[in-house]
């Protein structure tokens, strides 16, 4: 059985190997960075030459805590370092545009955080001027190197469940959004900053939905001014189906994140562990029971490593990995606008009660992208 894991266990390998390993900086020093980025990027052997924030005492708190020497003084001094040759943006998302467009310019390759634009517009105008420039542009959708993830779409691709008919994430949560002040104060909130995630983790397997459904809603007496609670609907060719249910104001203490592909020949089941006791969280589990290789049952998968912060490596390094060897990040910018596409398409759904159509032509599932 071990030799049947095996490659499913290469899949979800986040070593990059060190002739792929370049300079890197970061812009921002938020929480992410200072618990996930640098933490991963240490792990993986890789050199962070600096950090730059707006908030000069915080970049250096963070600096010194992860031993990175260099706090650049100003977005102009970091892209003056001639060492840099990828720079990692984690900021707020109205900001993030114009620092992509000044890196691109500058002649570095990118890693943009999650939604790494505001709309698909915007989005296209980045991918765009990072093909003319011969760079490579790249987001930080994480969720589709974590172990659980990685390891279920590997098994989806050898067709171990045969043709994939339902995929759901079904979280049901308690977050406390007041450390983002302006995460409270957004009208959008759980679409777009966190459902983005299973979102994109549902088209890195399924691919594309033609036609996607969603309603959202607030609960009484919550902090934030969007949506917390929220159904989306992901319609395909056929009679395939998504799914993502989320609510993150779970009062009762009993959290429930778990995700479920169900196929023609079997079915994969896990949870995420980091959402039971965010941000400490626990480690994934994985089962899956498979006719075609077979199984005989649920065979337990083990998972070694986490989403946070352990698969922040796995963008970089599929940047990484394409900047060495050519061709595309598998989270690459041109890739995400179809991310950006569906979120739009599910708040327009939200808005007007309707449903909402993405594209015209139907697309194989469960195909590699």
Known sequence: MLDLLTP???AADLTIPAGHRLPIAVVGAGAIVDVAHLPAYRA?????TGLYDLDGERAREVAARHGVTTVYGSLRELLSDERIAVVDIAVAPEAQPGIARAVLESGRHVLCQKPFAPDVATGRQLVDLAAARGLKIAVNQQLRFDEGIAAARAMVRAGWVGEPTTMTFT????TDWSG?????S??????????????DAIRSILGDPVTVFCTGSRTAGQLPKGETRTMSTLVYPGDVRALVHVTHENRTGDHEAAFRIDGTEGA?????GLLYDYPHGRPDTLLVNSRTVPTDGWLPYPVTTRWLPD???GPMGSLLAAI?????????GADNLGTLALLDALYRSMETGESRRLRAGPEPVGEAR
Do not use: C, F, M, Q
């Open 8 to 10: 499913i266990a290469a």
């Open 171 to 174: 979280v049901n949560i308690a």
């Open 311 to 313: 698969a922040v490596a």
């Open 324 to 332: 060495a060897e050519g061709g595309e990040p598998e989270t690459a």
């Open 186 to 199: 957004t009208d959008r909130l759980e679409i777009v900053y966190h459902s983005i995630h299973y979102l």
């Open 268 to 272: 994969i089941k896990g949870t995420l």
């Open 44 to 48: 993986a052997g890789l050199e962070v």
């Open 180 to 184: 983002w002040e302006w995460l409270v």
